[in-house]
């Protein structure tokens, strides 16, 4: 069955040092997938998609199929970066619309100074 | 260009009642995406609309849960006699093409009593 697991509830790092969440999937066919943040007081927004390999706000996610991961990085935290992290992964490939999103459970960030 | 709207952001309801969510999506976007979170959970997909026809509702419950999405005016998701279970935030997105950016409101909170 299609799952988007996020295994840390909570992860907390210093300003200035570097951040991994993770994300695991599992799937039938192509993934895509998604990293949504949501800030306190705001709503749920898309960050980055793993086709667009683009860097958003100093965040980087990389797709390894072979291990099932899309983890999502930035190499020096920052205070305001502070909010919660959804993977997600398209139902596209199960005869879904593009819309029908996996999501995992989230991990909250919090970033200390 | 307001954001996509729900109201009401808070919803109270004794067992066996009606809840009624509205959605009012963004200016220019004709696809609507429902989408329920449990205390402690992602979010799952429920239903994807677009006007006056439903698309996708892999995630709808079989019973009690029914959406629309009219010519005119917001989109709707009715949850008949609710029960405790039925309680989480229910969020509604957008976007103005498929596949495209899911733009998210801020969720209603249904409570049930």
């Known amino acids: 069955a299609q799952r988007v697991t996020q295994p840390e509830k909570l992860l907390s790092v210093f300003k200035g040092a570097p951040v991994e969440l993770k994300c695991n999937y599992s799937?039938?066919?192509?993934?895509?997938l998604f990293w949504y943040v949501q800030y306190s007081r705001q709503r749920l927004q898309l960050l980055l998609r793993?086709?667009s390999r683009e860097s958003i706000k100093g965040f980087t996610a990389d797709l390894n199929k072979g291990e099932t991961s899309f983890h999502l990085k930035k190499p020096f935290a920052q205070e305001e970066d502070s909010a919660m992290y959804y993977c997600?992964?398209?139902?596209?490939?199960?005869?879904?619309?593009?819309?029908?999103?996996?999501f995992g459970k989230g991990t909250k960030l919090s970033v200390k100074p | 260009n307001a954001g996509v709207m729900q109201n009401p952001r808070h919803l109270v309801r004794r067992r066996g009642q009606e809840a009624r969510l509205r959605c009012s999506p963004m200016?220019?976007?004709?696809?609507v995406y429902w989408y329920r979170q449990l205390p402690e959970e992602g979010l799952k997909f429920m239903v994807y609309?677009?006007?006056?026809?439903?698309?996708?509702e892999s995630g709808m419950p079989k019973e009690r849960f029914s959406a629309e999405f009219p010519k005119e005016g917001p989109s709707i998701l009715r949850i008949q006699q609710v029960v405790r279970g039925d309680s989480a935030a229910y969020f509604c997105?957008?976007?103005?093409?498929?596949?495209?950016?899911?733009?998210f409101g801020e969720g209603s909170r249904l409570t049930v009593l």
């Open positions: 609309l677009q006007k006056e026809n439903i698309i996708d």
């Open positions: 793993h086709i």
């Open positions: 799937y039938s066919g192509s993934p895509e």
């Open positions: 997600a992964l398209s139902g596209r490939n199960y005869g879904g619309s593009q819309g029908n999103l996996i």
């Open positions: 200016k220019g976007h004709s696809h």
């Open positions: 997105a957008s976007s103005p093409r498929e596949p495209g950016e899911l733009f």
